[in-house]
């Protein structure tokens, strides 16, 4: 694909919790050179991106439930609420791990509603921490995200260990193909071109990485 394809893949991610505002403003700054899809960063920033993005096609994502999927539902469900009015444009949040191990599909269910309600019509992409899950867990995450209404299911949250890999990528299309417009996002190790291209061919159809640059270059 030409350079215009690949950076309209990229979700421009900074997540580390180091990460200080002018670290967050350069990044922004770089999506828009390079027309970066969207800029993915913790809550806090929200308001910096907004205002950073503004005027620009580069959207503002914002994570919740970040990094470990266990904050309450009401929790999830308020600090997306807050990120869409403080300027957020996609929702990337962490499923209840844990409770989809216990085999408590109905709390995890719920809780991806009220992340999806409280997104008020804004994609949300679901990061269901492929590193932690068996394949049949990987396959009953994406059907719960795809049933709650979510339109995206995400390989990992990078801070769980895991990497998104080829063959998670094609088990989570494969998942998901029932569902009309629901995509899958590959994140986590994915840093160089040949991973790129490797997780795209697999059918990712957006990339989130902090090695953007790197990767259009």
């Known amino acids: 694909p030409s350079p215009p394809s690949i950076s309209q893949t990229i979700d421009h991610t900074l997540l580390r919790p180091s990460a200080t505002l002018s670290e967050i403003s350069a990044i922004c700054t770089e999506a828009i050179t390079h027309n970066f899809r969207s800029v993915c960063t913790n809550p806090l920033y929200t308001p910096l991106v ?8 580069v959207l503002v994502c914002t994570v919740t439930g970040f990094p470990l999927g266990a904050t309450s539902a009401a929790s999830k469900a308020f600090e997306t609420s807050t990120a869409v009015s403080q300027g ?8 209840a791990v844990g409770l989809l191990k216990s085999g408590d599909y109905a709390s995890v ?3 991806l509603c009220g992340v999806v309600e409280a997104a008020q019509g804004r ?3 679901v990061i269901i921490e492929t590193g932690l899950l068996t394949d049949e867990e990987k396959v009953y995450a994406c059907l719960i995200a795809a049933e709650a209404g979510a339109k995206w299911v995400k390989t990992c949250t990078g801070f769980s260990g895991g990497k998104a890999t080829v063959e998670d990528v094609g088990l989570m299309k494969r998942a998901v193909e029932g569902y009309a417009g629901v995509k899958v996002k590959a994140s986590g190790g994915v840093r160089t071109l040949e991973e790129w291209r490797g997780v795209v061919e697999a059918g990712a159809e957006r990339v989130g990485t902090s090695s953007g640059l790197g990767i259009v270059k």
């Open 50 to 57: 907004s205002s950073a993005l503004t005027g620009t096609p």
């Open 123 to 125: 994609d949300v992409k």
């Open 88 to 95: 957020a444009q996609e929702i990337d949040t962490v499923l």
């Open 109 to 111: 269910f719920l809780d």
